[in-house]
C-alpha cells in the first residue's frame, strides 16, 4: 500500500463562503469538488471541507483524517495485522471506492483508493 496524499479533514458551514478563505491560504482552486449524499465535498491543497446539515455530518465527524492510496487492500491487510476495527468496509464512492478504520488508540480514518478519473483531476499519479 501506498500513501498518495493526507488530508486534513475540516467541516465548515457553507463550502460556498468557505472556499475563497482556502484559496488564498493554499493559492490553489479546490482540484476536486463534488457532492455525496447530502455532503457537499472540495479538495484544495492538503485540506478536504466537508459541509451539509448536522444530520448529513454527524455520521462522519469522528473521522479525523482522509488518506490516499493506491489500494485498498493493503490498508485491509495492514488493519488485520494490527488489530484495526473496520467501521465501514469497502464501498463505491463519488471518487472511486473507500472505507473507514478505527486503529489503535483510537484515531479514525478515511482511506480512499481513487478512481483513474478522479486521479487525474486530483493530480495524483497513476
Known amino acids: 500500500m501506498t500513501v498518495l496524499a493526507t488530508l486534513a479533514r475540516l467541516y465548515v458551514d457553507d463550502l460556498g463562503t468557505a472556499l475563497p478563505a482556502f484559496r488564498a491560504l493554499t493559492g490553489e482552486e479546490p482540484r476536486l469538488r463534488f457532492a455525496h449524499r447530502d455532503i457537499e465535498l472540495a479538495v484544495t491543497g492538503g485540506f ?45 464512492v463519488p471518487t472511486g471506492r473507500n472505507l473507514v478504520v478505527r486503529h489503535p488508540g483510537g484515531a479514525i480514518i478515511e482511506y480512499v483508493e481513487f478512481d483513474a478519473a478522479t486521479r487525474a483531476a486530483a493530480g495524483l499519479p497513476r
Open 48 to 92: 478536504l471541507l466537508l459541509a451539509g446539515p448536522p444530520e448529513a455530518l454527524a455520521p462522519v465527524r469522528a473521522t479525523q483524517a482522509t488518506v490516499v492510496v493506491d489500494t485498498l487492500d493493503g490498508v485491509l491487510d495492514r488493519s488485520a495485522r494490527e488489530g484495526s476495527e473496520i467501521l465501514a468496509p469497502p464501498r463505491a
